[in-house]
């Protein structure tokens, strides 16, 4: 069975069709994905799902890593906490380093795409070479909340996004007014990984066996994300502790330690001091499995993502298509993936997320239906084979100026 | 559109999908003054998409949610008689963008004139109006139809977004009237009352799957008779 037949058991035989149909207009066509690692986050973790799906279709797409050094990953990752809107000084020195190892890459880098598509800040420059690659499109694919960037840094990184094609964000609240064409391409969970495939009764017993949870006892509320402030962990405790004035539940959290994210300690010391001596609190520092992170939803009865800032939270995607309840914070992508009362429940602060719970918990059918309306929403906008399809529109539109293009 | 491409005497129906890229504008509204503004001056690809993506995007859902100009006024600015207004357009009277849009803004005009208080309210900058519009492709598919019996099996198997196409976007983003099913029943199979009662059907009280069923049990039972 091909890759693309196995998508069709989820999607539909009509919808893989169609992708057979957009890539024919793409034969031949060449698309150079460049970032900044090959292993290793979410831009590498995409790309190596999608790669094999376009080259099944026909189309040649390739992929290259830029060279870099420790001092420009510093000064790049300090760039991305500025566009998340962090505090963070850029010094002159800084900009020049960035230059300087964007000037050895522009100059070294074996380019050959008819579509360049170059991901986040890292590669941005190489936009300098289009002129070079006779007839090329140029993508640049922006994969951080710029909602509330840093302007000065925006405005350093503007002079080159100004330049491509075309930029993609993964939500209406990133754009910002400018020369380029913007396009919105949400993200895409893939229901073949770990993370989502079915599991085993063997694999669940294994984990709840080694975590000592036992989901038959009492309902679990479950909220699964980093122990950061922003994802307000504390105060899932206290929506739990107002439930559990009603109704006898257990809670889980669960989260893994990030190598780059230093208050995990502290939030984590919170948490258990919120928790207190309750036994029904389930506060797990894991590492990152994906499978065991799969498991706990699956035994979940609701799943929480009660976050004050978000980028798109796919977690919440994650909830969706395992069937599950959901009850979220409209932010950030939130509520794209939540309509609200039809396939989850959305709040706005701990007693409307504890009252939602209740709802939920109160009335199983209802929960139940607006899980399998969220999974039904998942599947039609969520899945890795819309994000191929727009991907695919994307870079025939690159050949087109008007709004309806007739193939 | 697959039909004009069709030689003058070919009878037959091409089925076409139609996929949509949503692009951008940068443009955003915080409260109804700034959000009047934009909605004169957006592109009309910005006006239908969003009055109607939700009917693709929540095809099983029942009933669909309103369209984004009516659900933010309700849950960001915090005005719901005004979008229980903007709501309940009759978007089917319309076969024009231009008749929309120009309904929807006399709409919020009558209604500020009511209530001033209206002008008064606006959003946080995280739940500001983002316009997007959407560039369509339109796209044949290798299904034919050459009468109704075969119309009936590839009905079963298209995808929603070919039916959408045929019944809204032929309808009212190419400022076409009645439909592409029952244009070719009538002009092609001589299948009038067919026709009209495809015609009449208001597809934006369906959701997508229930529509494709409705189509199929008039086809169906055209077929018995």
């Known amino acids: ?97 960035f230059d300087e190892v964007s000037c050895d890459n522009i100059e070294h880098m074996n380019l050959y795409g008819d579509i360049m598509f170059i991901h986040d800040p890292q590669p941005i420059e190489l936009i300098k070479r289009k002129k070079d690659l006779k007839n090329s499109k140029w993508i640049w694919r922006c994969h951080v909340d710029v909602s509330q960037p840093d302007k000065k840094v925006w405005g350093f990184l503007e002079r080159s996004m100004n330049q491509y094609d075309a930029a993609i964000f993964s939500s209406a609240q990133f754009s910002h007014s400018m020369k380029t064409k913007q396009v919105l391409i949400c993200p895409s969970i893939d229901p073949f990984s770990d993370k989502n495939r079915e599991v085993t009764q063997k694999e669940i017993d294994t984990v709840l066996n080694k975590y000592k949870i036992d989901p038959g006892a009492k309902p679990i509320i479950c909220q699964i994300s980093r122990y950061d402030a922003l994802k307000d962990p504390v105060g899932v405790i206290k929506a739990y502790k107002l439930v559990k004035k009603y109704i006898d539940c257990q809670l889980l959290l669960v989260g893994n330690r990030a190598a780059d994210d230093p208050e995990t300690d502290k939030i984590y010391k919170q948490v258990k001091e919120a928790a207190g001596n309750d036994p029904d609190v389930h506060a797990l520092l894991v590492e990152d499995i994906p499978y065991e992170i799969n498991v706990f939803a699956r035994v979940s009865s609701v799943i929480v993502q009660k976050s004050i800032r978000e980028g798109f939270a796919l977690t919440v995607s994650e909830a969706l298509w395992k069937g599950k309840p959901v009850v979220a914070s409209a932010v950030g992508g939130i509520p794209l993936q939540i309509t609200h009362k039809y396939g989850g429940l959305l709040c706005h602060s701990i007693e409307g997320c504890a009252f939602a719970i209740k709802q939920l918990l109160n009335a199983p059918e209802y929960a139940k239906k607006l899980g399998e309306n969220g999974k039904e929403h998942v599947r039609q906008n969520f899945l890795l084979t819309r994000h191929l399809r727009e991907y695919m529109l994307l870079f025939l539109s690159l050949y087109s100026k008007e709004d309806v293009v007739s193939l | 559109m697959a039909k004009t491409k069709q030689k003058k005497y070919d009878k037959t129906f091409r089925f076409c999908t139609r996929l949509h890229l949503r692009i951008l504008t940068g443009l955003k509204a915080h409260n109804i003054q700034e959000f009047l503004g934009l909605l004169k001056k957006v592109p009309g690809s910005a006006i239908y998409f969003h009055t109607h993506h939700h009917l693709q995007q929540h095809e099983y859902l029942s009933p669909e949610p309103p369209n984004d100009f009516a659900h933010w006024i309700t849950s960001s600015l915090g005005d719901p008689a005004l979008g229980e207004r903007l709501a309940s357009i009759d978007t089917i009277e ?116 229930k529509l494709r069923m409705k189509i199929i049990g008039l086809v169906k039972e055209r077929i018995k008779k």
């Open chain 2, 94 to 209: 319309h076969s024009t963008i231009r008749s929309l849009r120009n309904n929807i803004i006399k709409t919020i005009e009558e209604y500020i004139k009511e209530n001033k208080a209206t002008k008064d309210r606006f959003t946080s900058p995280n739940r500001a109006f983002h316009f997007i519009k959407c560039v369509s492709f339109v796209i044949p598919t290798p299904y034919v139809a050459k009468d109704l019996r075969s119309f009936l099996g590839i009905l079963n198997k298209i995808t929603a977004d070919s039916l959408y196409f045929h019944l809204f976007e032929a309808r009212l983003r190419l400022n076409k009237g009645g439909n592409d099913f029952s244009w070719w029943l009538e002009s092609s199979l001589l299948e009038g009352d067919l026709a009209e009662k495809v015609k009449a059907l208001d597809p934006y009280t369906y959701t997508m799957e």
């Open chain 1, 1 to 97: 069975m091909t890759r693309l037949e196995r998508y069709e058991e989820v999607v539909g035989k009509n919808k893989i069709e169609e992708l057979k149909l957009i890539a024919k207009y793409l034969k031949g066509k060449t698309i150079q994905h460049i970032n900044s690692t090959a292993k290793g986050g979410g831009v590498a973790e995409i790309l190596q799902r999608i790669l094999p799906l376009l080259q099944e279709l026909g189309i040649n797409a390739q992929w290259d890593v830029i060279k870099g050094r420790q001092d420009f990953y510093d000064v790049t990752k300090s760039f991305h906490n500025a566009l998340h809107g962090k505090k963070v000084k850029i010094t002159k020195k800084m900009y020049e380093t």
